[in-house]
């Protein structure tokens, strides 16, 4: 079955490679070799130069055009999960908008904007580190000082007062977030005779206070439902439910019609704030209002049960509110077994299940979000967000999971791609997944598709990577170049142009150096690559090039115990004796060390695939230890430390049993 469905992705993705590979071969004939790849200048800076002696409407068109070049390359190495660097690019887009602004005061909505990606970043950022680790708050920070700076030079604009309202209603900042949250409303809910909502908050405060909700035009939905969760966390139910009302108004009079008998129009609101506050990193808010969507179902399925309200039973507040509860599970059951019209629609269910899904991931808690997930894949098997959510599930389940995950994210691609191209995050880590488990070919047409789409730095250093692995060694090379065009600054596009030229034999020997040394300056922090490149240095017999590879592996990995035996290795070639005695006795002692700690918490291991990745995690330590123990005593001997050799030699007996 999974086969079967692997070759009709297959089968889809070659529509797309005629065109790609024609743009590879033209690549080709365009350069040589590394001397054309570009360096020391700044990617996205080609229109800086000479932008004062232009033409106004020129000069404008040529700003866009760099401010939109440096948000693809953030977006880019935010895909490939490099956020250090996107937060740099995000801040150098920012400085060239404020600098613009300065010669330019006309440009003051394009600043806000910039400011308000910038706050969207930051808000992304947090999603990555997830609320328990100590960043988020201060992320969330940044992305509200990112969001007033733009309310600052745009305060008329609804987007970001609702976002910056959220954001502050979920940090308990109460006040302040129902006065922006209300402005927001005002901006987009102007008076029925016309006229438009007050210039100042003082004015728009007054002027709401002189007007009733019937009174208002209908602003988006979304900020009725924002304000009724406002209402609903300061306990003011009663305007809570006003502005839940006045949602369903609003979506009903733009002509949009919710699913379901009766219609789930509170319902799909609600979801439709979850899905927006999740994506914001609310995850209090979109818990929340996922709780009012459970409620308005719960209303829906009464009322097709024929359940009325009445005058109050006698008894106590909570004696009443059980008697409600009751006649609603009792309602549900009965609606749900009969099912029919009064049944909840499956799109609200999809819908829901899908916002679970993002609320379990942002508080990393796999174990619910994996069946959430699963079940959204049942209910509806052609809604890509819901196989690309597996797959984002299985991708957080570490190395054992990533079969699953490709199956998952595969699946995804194949059906967005018939409609529009697929998000770039997804496009590389389903290239990346292809790449990690070998199947380069698989990964190249991945690769391929995207480069049609984006044309970024990421597609084709993927194309590059797998052509490398493949051994086409000239059409990989053209691939790093178009890579380097889009981003000459990338580390990695440096480093593997180096482990090209070194793998395509010693007469470009010059040509890596060169390379290897500007991934150096750039930072390369890849340490399986750098090991790598440490490895082919080391055939090579350029043992002070390889030792410092490695070194640098290890400062980015360092108990990876592969790597610090190949140092080892390297600095017994080069006579080092003694500092590769020391290597070799610390690649046993972290054995020995993760053993310890392995035994200790070998009850935590509960799905099949994290207990396979961690036994063959714990083969290929046993192995490097077993080679460490070989090669120190023979070291041992060469300084006369013949003592030492009785606990290795118990352990490698030991090791030797297992």
């Not at 890509?384 to 299985?394: F, I, T």
């Not at 699953?404 to 990346?432: M, N, Q, T, W």
């Not at 889009?486 to 480093?495: D, E, F, K, Y």
Request: charged letters at 25%; a negative charge.
């Amino acid at each position: 079955m999974v086969s079967e469905e692997q070759e009709e992705i297959t089968r889809h993705r070659l529509e797309h490679k005629a065109s790609i590979t024609a743009s590879l071969q033209q690549s080709i004939k365009q350069h040589s070799s590394l001397h054309n790849i570009k360096e020391d200048q700044p990617d996205c800076g080609g229109s800086k130069q000479g932008v004062g002696q232009m033409d106004g409407s020129h000069e404008v068109a040529v700003m866009l055009e760099q401010l939109e070049d440096l948000r693809i390359v953030s977006l880019d190495l935010e895909a490939m999960d490099d956020w250090k660097s996107a937060m740099i690019k995000n801040e150098d887009r920012v400085t060239e908008a404020v600098n613009w602004l300065v010669t330019n005061p006309e440009q003051t909505g394009t600043t806000s904007d910039v400011w308000f990606s910038f706050g969207e970043f930051y808000l992304r950022a947090a999603i990555h580190q997830g609320p328990s680790s100590p960043t988020f708050s201060e992320l969330i920070g940044k992305a509200v000082e990112a969001l007033k700076e733009a309310s600052k030079l745009n305060g008329r604009n609804a987007k970001i007062l609702k976002l910056l309202g959220s954001i502050l209603l979920e940090q308990g900042r109460y006040e302040e977030a129902g006065e922006i949250l209300m402005d927001a409303f005002d901006l987009e809910s102007p008076c029925v005779n016309g006229t438009t909502a007050s210039s100042t908050p003082a004015a728009a405060a007054s002027s709401r206070a002189s007007r009733t909700l019937a009174q208002m035009a209908e602003p988006e939905p979304l900020t009725s439902t924002l304000i009724c969760l406002y209402y609903n966390v300061i306990g003011d139910y009663t305007k809570a439910g006003e502005y839940l009302g006045h949602s369903v108004r609003s979506f009903n009079s733009k002509g949009f019609e919710a699913p379901g008998k009766p219609r789930r129009t509170a319902s799909l609101l609600a979801l439709e704030a979850a899905n927006y506050l999740v994506e914001a990193a609310l995850p209090g808010l979109a818990q929340l209002a996922l709780e009012l969507a459970d409620k308005a179902e719960a209303a829906s399925i009464a009322k097709a049960a024929g359940i009325v309200k009445t005058r109050p039973t006698p008894g106590n507040a909570a004696t009443r509110k059980a008697a409600a509860k009751q006649a609603a599970i009792e309602a549900a059951e009965k609606v749900k077994a009969e099912g029919g019209e009064g049944s909840e629609p499956t799109s609200i269910i999809q819908q829901r299940l899908c916002v679970s899904v993002k609320i379990a991931l942002l508080k990393g808690n796999l174990t619910d979000a994996l069946p959430y997930a699963e079940q959204a894949t049942m209910y509806n098997p052609r809604d890509s967000e819901a196989w690309r959510l597996l797959g984002d599930v299985r991708y957080a389940g570490g190395s054992g999971e990533r079969e699953a995950a490709v199956l998952a994210y595969s699946k995804a691609v194949l059906i967005l791609d018939s409609i529009e191209p697929p998000p770039l995050k997804l496009l590389v880590r389903l290239g990346s997944l292809y790449l990690n488990l070998g199947k380069y070919e698989d990964a190249k047409q991945t690769y391929l598709m995207g480069a049609g789409s984006w044309q970024t730095c990421s597609m084709w250093l993927g194309v590059g990577i797998a052509l490398l692995r493949l051994e086409n060694y000239g059409e990989a090379e053209c691939a790093f170049q178009e890579a380097n065009i889009r981003n000459n600054r990338s580390a990695a596009v440096w480093g593997y142009m180096c482990l090209l030229c070194l793998n395509t034999g010693s007469a470009r020997l010059t040509q890596a150096d060169h390379a290897r040394s500007v991934a150096e300056r750039l930072g390369l922090s890849d340490a399986t690559l750098l090991r790598e490149l440490g490895n082919v240095y080391t055939s090579l017999d350029r043992l002070e090039t390889a030792e410092g590879l490695f070194r640098r592996s290890l400062a980015v990995d360092e108990n990876n115990s592969h790597t610090r035996r190949r140092l080892a290795d390297a600095l017994s070639a080069q006579n080092a004796v003694a500092d590769a005695v020391n290597e070799y006795l610390r690649v046993i002692e972290t054995y020995k060390e993760n053993k310890s700690s392995s035994s200790l918490t070998n009850y935590a291991s509960s799905s099949s695939s994290s207990s396979e990745e961690k036994n063959k995690k714990e083969e290929e330590d046993r192995k490097e230890c077993l080679l460490a123990i070989t090669q120190c005593e023979q070291l041992l001997k060469t300084l006369g430390r013949m003592e030492e050799f009785a606990p290795l030699r118990a352990l490698q007996g030991d090791l030797m049993r297992r």
